[in-house]
């Protein structure tokens, strides 16, 4: 009964370890999952950020080149007209006809870059949010998943210890009843009136015995209960104080890179109206000093 004993607890030992060692794997991938799809949505953040940084600097390349350019054209066209006298009035009406449709031109392409800006800016926020909410709908998903599973795992483990402590009380009584009839038999050949004074007191024994090993067993069954359940609700709520954490560190990180980007569009969009204005006033004065000439 003993050898058995010890084997039984050898047993449960050994299933109890590879669970623990089981369960704890699968925690720390469920982790490891998660840290990476935060890593590749901010790299993905950083990748778009460093594009416009670039495409911002691209567009102040071109601007310079083109104001250039412009002034190349506009300093052969006076010579020009300086050497055609009799072709000035022809050529002052072609040119202010040509002005007012690059104005109309002008105003009409800034105003459409103007509206594609704002779209495209209102379509990046929307599909961001989208893919944000998205992505937390998954990792609460994942997550009460596990909890359930491991919950699931918890039960059966603790209805398993029940049983195999039923059963081990149930055998050890058994053996000490078989036990007690044949000592019974052996003293009954010697004296009746012995065996019946000896039956009731083995009887008595037996059944403070059996008093005894089960209010011990139900003691011991309420305490391991007890403990399980505590340990279980410490795990929890571990868990749960963790992931309010990684949320809010998470929602944190976002708000300051959303800042970032809103005051980078907000000096993006500053540097181009001043571009714009400094254009103009050079091309009203420009057109001043030709009508003063």
């Known amino acids: 009964a003993e050898t058995n004993l010890q084997a039984y607890t050898h047993s449960s030992t050994v299933i109890q370890s590879g669970c623990r060692r089981y369960l704890t794997r699968k925690r720390i991938g469920t982790m490891h999952v998660a840290a990476t799809?935060?890593?590749?949505?901010?790299r993905g953040y950083l990748a778009s950020a460093f594009v416009y940084d670039q495409m911002f600097f691209v567009v102040q390349i071109?601007?310079?080149v083109r104001m250039f350019l412009g002034k190349l054209k506009a300093k052969a066209y006076r010579a020009q007209v300086d050497r055609a006298v009799p072709l000035i009035q022809s050529q002052w009406r072609g040119f202010m006809c040509r002005q007012d449709f690059y104005e109309v031109y002008a105003e009409s392409m800034y105003a459409a870059a103007k509206i594609q800006a704002v779209w495209r800016s209102f379509d990046a926020r929307n599909r961001f949010q989208f893919e944000v909410v998205d992505i937390i709908i998954v990792q609460s998903v994942l997550r009460r998943w596990f909890a359930k599973r491991y919950a699931q795992q918890l039960r059966y483990e603790k209805e398993y210890d029940a049983i195999a402590r039923i059963q081990r009380t149930w055998r050890a009584h058994h053996a000490f009843t078989t036990y007690m009839k044949y000592m019974a038999a052996r003293k009954i050949q010697t004296s009746w009136r012995r065996h019946e004074a000896h039956a009731k007191y083995s009887d008595y024994m037996a059944a403070r015995k059996i008093q005894t090993s089960w209010r011990r067993h139900d003691a011991h069954a309420k305490y391991s209960d007890y403990m399980?359940?505590?340990?279980?609700?410490s795990m929890w709520r571990c868990c749960i104080q963790r992931v309010i954490y990684d949320e809010y560190i998470a929602a944190r990180k976002i708000q300051a890179m959303w800042r970032c980007?809103?005051?980078?569009?907000?000096?993006?969009?500053?540097?181009?109206?001043?571009?714009l204005q400094s254009a103009w006033r050079r091309h009203v004065e420009e057109l001043k000093y030709r009508k003063y000439l």
């Open 228 to 233: 399980a359940a505590r340990k279980i609700q």
């Open 62 to 64: 071109q601007s310079t």
């Open 261 to 275: 980007h809103r005051q980078h569009n907000m000096f993006l969009e500053y540097v181009t109206a001043r571009l």
């Open 37 to 42: 799809d935060i890593q590749k949505i901010i």
